[in-house]
């Protein structure tokens, strides 16, 4: 079963860090990007970063460029996103999802681009 698994939202006052990870099975995991996406309430949903598993490639929203972090660990099947300097506009609801890798010029987080596989949200919230 293709699967995503999020984890590691929670509590976190402003200034302070998390670190949220998306663990995902029943693909091959070095032929997909993921991405970590997020929703505020009332709010579209909107790119946060990928990373492609295949070339190693990454991009950030410039909203946390240079306070996120995305990493992969494919021994584990597992993406990481590092969120330190956290504000309150970073509280939302934060989904990873996985899609496959096509080349290195393709912008993933650009609307003509699908991703397959979707998991759960995770929930983050940074306080005043």
């Known amino acids: 079963e293709v699967q995503l698994q999020a984890s590691g939202g929670g509590l976190v006052q402003a200034g302070g860090s998390l670190r949220l990870s998306c663990a995902a099975s029943?693909?091959?995991?070095?032929?997909?990007?993921i991405g970590w996406f997020r929703q505020a309430p009332g709010k579209e949903r909107e790119g946060v970063s990928y990373?492609?598993?295949?070339?190693?490639?990454?991009k950030y929203a410039d909203s946390v460029k240079g306070r996120f972090s995305i990493s992969s660990d494919n021994a584990k099947n597992t993406v990481y996103l590092q969120m330190n300097s956290l504000k309150p506009e970073d509280t939302a609801v934060y989904y990873c999802a996985a899609g496959p890798h096509l080349d290195e010029y393709v912008d993933y987080f650009s609307q003509a681009y699908e991703y397959e596989v979707w998991g759960q949200g995770t929930l983050v919230t940074v306080s005043s």
């Open positions: 990373i492609s598993n295949r070339i190693g490639n990454t």
């Open positions: 029943g693909f091959t995991f070095e032929d997909y990007v």
